[in-house]
């Protein structure tokens, strides 16, 4: 059983992601909004239909490095891709109309980014694809689940897979590598093949799965859910080349009734800022 360390745990970094299955950016500080973190998981690829695209089936998605056009993270992106210019997605606007589009069962509220985004979109992926942004209007219920202790009862998230925010210890990934070169395997394994927003130090290995409320700075986070984990651990970032890990050796020691989990859900009760470097207290555990 494993016990906290002396340290008190911090934020060791910080990640947004615009795009859905895209690269994320790293920063320095991560406002939050009703939603959750600004500018997070606002955008979205999908197919004909209106279904989501994301990179568990399109792994080309992974290719697409987005980027803030400015300091407003709500604002335009960039978007790149090798072998394609820079592609400056503009946020649509509620003139461009509205359509629903489905993320995870959920019908969602989005506006189309027009044709020429998804012609770079498509040639980007190697699929036919349109990129929408969440509309405002959008009210995509939170579900319980996510949530821990804090009422979700007329909470809303954007395109993110159901939590505003996903939460992991570094040394729960070193924990991991430990065995992995046990079994001979990776000797490192990439963080981002995690995709959390909020990067932890300063604890012990999977401390984090028994928080059930945390302060961080001035933000207060419900801790809910363990995180189910995908296919999507198994891609390369940089290559998009698909293993088996680390999915099996989770399979040996973080598996669960619902599958295997790395990481936790989190719900903030209200919108505020997280920074690199902020504390972690710990107000109740499960």
Request: charged fraction near 25%; glycine fraction near 10%.
């Amino acid at each position: 059983m494993s016990h906290a360390t002396d340290a008190m745990p911090r934020i060791a970094a910080l990640t947004v992601y615009p795009l859905k299955s895209a690269a994320g950016i790293a920063v320095t500080s991560l406002p939050l909004d009703e939603l959750g973190a600004v500018g997070d998981r606002r955008w979205l690829l999908v197919d004909g239909a209106g279904q989501a695209i994301t990179a568990r089936t399109c792994h080309a998605l992974l290719r697409i490095v987005p980027r803030f056009a400015g300091v407003d993270r709500d604002g335009a992106l960039l978007l790149d891709a090798s072998g394609l210019p820079t592609f400056t997605a503009v946020p649509p606007g509620a003139d461009a109309g509205e359509r629903l589009v489905e993320v995870w069962g959920d019908p969602v509220p989005a506006e189309d980014a027009g044709d020429e985004a998804a012609d770079w979109c498509s040639a980007a992926t190697g699929r036919a694809c349109r990129l929408v942004r969440v509309a405002e209007t959008a009210r995509r219920p939170l579900k319980a689940k996510y949530a821990g202790p804090l009422d979700h009862s007329g909470r809303h998230v954007a395109f993110t897979d159901g939590a505003p925010l996903l939460l992991l210890g570094l040394p729960s990934v070193a924990a991991l590598e430990a065995r992995l070169r046990e079994q001979g395997g990776y000797a490192t394994m990439d963080r981002r093949r995690f995709r959390a927003n909020v990067w932890l130090d300063g604890l012990a290995p999977h401390e984090e799965d028994g928080w059930r409320q945390v302060s961080i700075g001035d933000v207060t986070l419900g801790v809910g859910s363990l995180c189910v984990r995908c296919v999507l651990t198994t891609l390369d970032p940089d290559t998009q080349e698909q293993g088996v890990e680390p999915l099996r050796t989770f399979a040996q020691y973080r598996r669960t009734e619902d599958g295997v989990v790395f990481g936790v859900n989190a719900t903030h009760v209200a919108p505020g800022t997280l920074r690199v470097g902020d504390a972690v207290q710990v107000l109740a555990r499960r």
